[in-house]
């Protein structure tokens, strides 16, 4: 099938041409696609009625908006935990050095602790 300038051979490039040019199809271009394509037809028709109502584009703009809001807030808490592990890891390994009889001042350049987190583990 040929849709304007391209040449569509199977299913597959169809409905990467569609996704890809939905908005934007010249009106010659529409009608072979569609015409040659009924699944690609329909969701042309659900996508039209789908855009064309406000009260779904809101509900949908407003679950898009929740999820980006969703990730931040998982993003945020996940880079927290790291940074939590990292400093309970640091302060296991000053504690051991402590038992071990290690200078507080040389714990502090290992670990990147406090002199003064240091001396609070004692």
């Known amino acids: ?14 409905w990467c041409y569609y996704f890809k040019k939905e908005g934007t199809f010249t009106e010659d271009e529409m009608p072979v696609l569609l015409k040659e394509n009924p699944v690609i037809e329909k969701a042309h028709r659900v996508y039209k009625d789908f855009t064309s109502d406000e009260r779904l584009m809101l509900l949908a703009e407003s679950r898009e908006k929740w999820q980006r809001d969703m990730n931040t807030r998982l993003q945020h808490a996940r880079q927290q935990g ?3 592990g990292i400093d309970e890891k640091a302060v296991d390994d000053a504690k051991k050095m ?22 609070q583990l004692r």
């Open 1 to 14: 099938m040929r849709v304007g300038f391209f040449e569509l051979d199977d299913q597959l490039h169809a």
């Open 82 to 84: 790291i940074e939590q």
């Open 98 to 119: 402590l038992k071990e009889g290690l200078d507080t001042s040389v714990i502090a350049r290992v670990t990147g602790l406090s002199t003064e987190r240091i001396e």
